[in-house]
């Protein structure tokens, strides 16, 4: 029984880190992308949440993906007289997402992710030995 509890508990953990990094390669993705006209925002960073909740079947608390919010600092200007999504002064708007700092939280969503594809390939060897002391 507690076995199928730490799978439960790892799967809800290897779903929301995927989820994690699936933000976080947007905001990578989308870190110089520039406005297509003058007045429009560039793309606001993505911020991913988590949420926990108690699993009924297992008693397990598990966690999920929350709510994804919008980074509210400034954004990035550049002098690029020649964009058509310059101003007056010639800057372009450009989006607020720090690429170190993406890959930073990139890095560490994958090093939970793979906490949690340890713990499920751990938990399957424990199974497996259990039952091969039973036959």
Known sequence: ???????????????????????????????????????????????????????????AKLVEAGRVRRDQTAFRTKYEPGNPAANARGEVQMPNVNALIENMDLREAQRSYEANLNMVTSTRKMLSQTLSILK
């Open 1 to 59: 029984m507690e076995f199928s509890k730490s799978l439960t508990v790892a799967a809800a953990g290897l779903k929301a880190q995927s989820g994690r990094m699936r933000i976080i390669a947007e905001n990578i993705a989308n870190a110089d992308s520039a406005p297509a006209s003058a007045g429009t925002e560039p793309y606001r960073r993505k911020i991913p949440s988590f949420t926990s909740h108690m699993d009924p079947d297992s008693g």
